[in-house]
């Protein structure tokens, strides 16, 4: 307590004077809560909470623009899936028209027309791949390879992308090469014993050995065990049975071309193998002369049970007579008698002495993507698989259109993938950005806890202070009345 009379120190004044200031300064705190919002403004006002406020704020920052990567990457996706789409309508067109050139009915000059629509609409195929852009850069000609979006507020938080390349000369039919043609070279030997040892003829590179060939694709590996005799048609439906392990498919035909002899024919066609034949028929008609003329008549005996056998005759540029059997079932003759022959390459011919033989067909591997075989010899195919790109189908044959049909179907499962996967990848994306806002509201909730200002109670302690601040003012003139009463004691 101030010692009364004492007038060189005010003790009431200085006493008041630093209550007055605690008042203002607590005054000016609750001023710049009620002025900002926030409860922290500087680092003084909570050290650890101005701390923790920075720590959210930065989180939130990284949180919103992730958001905002994530719907430029959901924008860049719909450009190339759009782009794709565009693509796959050209090639349905180009399968079409495909379709319509391997039909009889059209004339070489009709093929040539029909070609020449093909070559624009791959051109256009080619313009799209190279020319679809986003933001400045190519993501269909191969280029936007292992990129990322960045769907996270911190490093390494992406989403691996890679667009495949989707050019005409990049998509198509992987297939794996035979050595061999569609009509090729019998090899074997020719017996005349009812259905013992067959003269064995090879549609492909060569005639089938026992084995496994072992597939190693996009999808995984696996393996097909392979018999002498069997059947093409056979072995492609034991690929089809493991593609969703390998990610390829298989198709088969068998086709041989003979050389005729003028005469007359006695056999027995069917299908199966020597010693088990099945649709047998029996052949029996005379060639007058090697011209499709004289071979009409064997032609026509032949067709009348392709209904049964599967198999049809034709006559081919050189005379010919092409059996093919379009399932790739084995084409078993036998029993063969009358003076002519049938001679299929370098092999010998059939007769009347030697009359037994059975055609084997080829098997064809196919895929969107790349492939390889171990054991691929045993059913006549190389081991490396290579591509029959869509901008190379021609449709001015019969043969051509046929091979474009598969390339096209192939392409068209490509872009199909490729457009699947970038949909998937869309849906991802989307989905991280959800989460980011969700994630993103949530963290300025709790930075709102720890730095926002609570206004009612700002008001209050506002009010409370601006009364003790009045108060003070009050009291502090009071103090220094108080010591200027005591001059009236001077004479």
């Not at 050290?47 to 623009?65: E, V």
């Not at 507020?153 to 569609?182: D, F």
């Not at 492939?371 to 045993?378: E, F, K, Q, V």
């Not at 003790?468 to 003012?473: F, K």
Request: hydrophobic residues 40%; neutral net charge; aromatic residues 4%.
């Amino acid at each position: 307590m101030a010692i009364t009379g004492i007038i060189n120190t005010n003790i009431n004044s200085l006493s008041t004077l630093n209550a007055l200031n605690n008042t203002s300064n607590n005054l000016s705190t609750y001023i710049q809560q009620l002025s900002t919002g926030k409860a922290i403004n500087s680092p003084a006002d909570n050290p650890a909470g101005y701390a923790i406020a920075q720590r959210f704020t930065t989180q939130i920052n990284g949180l919103n623009q992730a958001v905002s990567n994530g719907n430029q990457a959901v924008s860049l996706v719909q450009t190339a899936t759009g782009a794709l789409q565009n693509e796959t309508n050209l090639l349905q067109q180009i399968r079409t028209i495909a379709v319509q050139a391997a039909n009889g009915s059209n004339t070489s000059a009709d093929r040539a027309s029909l070609q020449g629509v093909v070559s624009q609409l791959l051109a256009q195929v080619q313009t799209i791949a190279t020319q679809t852009q986003f933001n400045g850069q190519n993501i269909l000609d191969g280029t936007f390879s292992g990129q990322q979006f960045q769907v996270g507020a911190n490093a390494n938080q992406v989403i691996n992308v890679s667009v495949s390349n989707a050019q005409g000369n990049a998509i198509g039919v992987n297939t794996v090469a035979t050595s061999g043609s569609v009509y090729a070279a019998g090899s074997g030997s020719v017996t005349a014993n009812g259905y013992g040892s067959a003269y064995t003829i090879s549609s492909g590179a060569g005639n089938f050995t026992a084995g496994t060939v072992n597939v190693s694709g996009s999808a995984g590996a696996s393996g097909v065990a392979v018999t002498a005799s069997e059947s093409a048609a056979n072995v492609a439906a034991s690929f089809n049975a493991i593609t969703q392990q390998t990610g390829v498919s298989a198709t088969a035909n068998t086709s041989v071309a003979f050389a005729v002899t003028s005469g007359s024919f006695s056999f027995s066609i069917s299908n199966g193998t020597s010693g088990s034949p099945t649709n047998t028929v029996n052949i029996s008609a005379n060639v007058t002369s090697v011209d499709p003329t004289g071979l009409s008549g064997l032609v026509a005996a032949i067709n009348n049970s392709t209904a049964q056998t599967g198999v049809a005759a034709s006559v081919n540029s050189s005379n010919q007579l092409v059996l093919t059997q379009n399932q790739g079932h084995n084409i078993l003759i036998s029993g063969f008698g009358g003076s002519g022959t049938l001679q299929a390459g370098t092999a010998a011919a059939i007769t009347s002495a030697a009359g037994t033989a059975l055609v084997q067909g080829f098997v064809q591997l196919q895929s969107t993507q790349g492939y390889s075989l171990s054991g691929g010899t045993n059913i006549g195919l190389a081991n490396i698989s290579s591509l029959n790109a869509a901008s190379t189908v021609n449709v001015s044959t019969v043969q051509g259109a046929n091979q474009a049909i598969a390339i096209i179907d192939n392409a068209i499962n490509a872009l199909n993938q490729q457009g699947g996967a970038l949909g998937a990848i869309q849906n991802r994306v989307q989905a991280s950005v959800q989460n980011l806002q969700t994630t993103a509201t949530n963290l300025q909730s709790a930075r709102s806890v720890v730095q926002d200002a609570n206004i009612a109670q700002a008001t209050s302690q506002l009010t409370k202070y601006q009364i003790l601040q009045q108060a003070g003012i009050s009291t502090l003139a009071q103090a220094n009345a108080l010591q200027q009463s005591y001059l009236k004691l001077l004479p």
